[in-house]
């Protein structure tokens, strides 16, 4: 049965203001991320380079960032399902703010940032446990989304294949353990032993988690879920295609998707580098030489592609963090006498 709906909309937004110190912190990291790949590809092959953004034209830019954004809305409705699905109604904007800001974290560790979004749910009357678990569900079916994904290019690259294979054991058998109905009382019965207040307190969000997570891994949302992150991802892949274009580099949308989504499961590999940096660009930069890109023009099409998709999420999440914080400051409208 699902919990009574959590009404939110009459709620006045409350104050979810980030310290100016640290607010200033994310802008300086992100405006420093971005020149640092934009100046890592001007020392790169600057010929290279500006061919691309000639090539590309502000069109071309716009489209590639436009299919970014695609991603972010997209996959921001699978989460919005999740939360109604666990019984919380909020806003579609205002909802959509929370879920960008969380974008301000992307190079975190792991991407564990983006759990912010749980401090402004949490006002609104969403337990911590459905905020991981919604965040936890997303993961896993990204996870699998570009598994995939990358199956394009594997089928005529044997070498990869091990690779994927472990991939998908790692992502079914996630699945397959959310799913297990003894694993949350398990987890309670544990915690019930523990003398460790901390230790019990975690096992018991643990157990939450994972009922939370069986609820939205049924097949009438896996399916929509998962068909979410191959389309969200896949827009991402043809942005990568389009960069690769700019370059005059022979890469078909298919294959430039495919090594965009190994390069995202390099980058899950990664998991305690920030946002996957790293190891998406090593992987990205190797499979486009491999199919004999010049390595100058491969490191090129890589950081570019970065600066579209990483640095353009901290950018967006930084405005939509703004904008929930001037919509905190707003004074409530006065009633008409």
């Not at 607010?23 to 971005?34: I, T, Y």
């Amino acid at each position: 049965m699902r919990r009574p709906a959590a009404t939110v909309r009459s709620m006045p937004i409350p104050e979810s203001r980030l310290p100016s110190g640290r607010k200033r912190l994310l802008v300086a990291v992100a405006g420093l991320g971005m020149l640092a790949y934009l100046g890592a590809a001007i020392a790169t092959d600057h010929a290279a380079l500006e061919r691309a953004l000639l090539q590309l034209g502000w069109s071309g830019a716009a489209l590639v960032l436009g299919l970014s954004l695609f991603n972010y809305v997209l996959r921001f409705q699978r989460w919005h399902l999740y939360l109604r699905e666990l019984g919380h109604r909020i806003g579609w904007t205002h909802h959509l703010l929370v879920y960008l800001a969380g974008f301000m974290f992307t190079v975190s560790p792991a991407k564990a940032g983006e759990a912010l979004r749980g401090v402004y749910l949490r006002e609104h009357g969403v337990p911590y446990a459905d905020t991981f678990a919604a965040l936890f569900v997303e993961r896993l079916l990204d996870f699998i989304a570009y598994s995939l994904l990358a199956t394009l290019i594997v089928l005529g690259h044997a070498d990869y294949r091990p690779f994927l294979l472990v991939a998908f054991l790692v992502a079914f058998t996630l699945l397959g353990l959310c799913g297990h109905p003894a694993i949350p009382p398990w987890l309670d019965r544990t915690a019930t032993g523990r003398s460790s207040p901390w230790l019990s307190g975690l096992l018991q969000l643990g157990a939450r988690l994972l009922r939370s997570s069986r609820r939205l891994l049924q097949p009438r949302l896996l399916l929509p879920g998962l068909a979410i992150g191959l389309v969200s991802w896949g827009a991402e892949g043809i942005g990568f295609h389009l960069i690769c274009q700019g370059l005059a580099l022979d890469v078909p949308p298919m294959t430039a998707t495919s090594i965009y989504a190994i390069a995202g499961l390099a980058g899950a590999a990664a998991f305690f580098m920030p946002g996957g940096i790293g190891g998406m660009e090593l992987v990205m930069v190797a499979l486009l030489t491999t199919l004999g890109a010049p390595a100058s023009v491969a490191i090129v099409a890589t950081l570019i592609c970065r600066v579209a998709t990483l640095w353009f999420a901290v950018v967006v999440g930084f405005i939509a963090a703004a904008l929930l914080e001037f919509l905190s400051l707003r004074p409530a409208p006065r009633s008409a006498p």
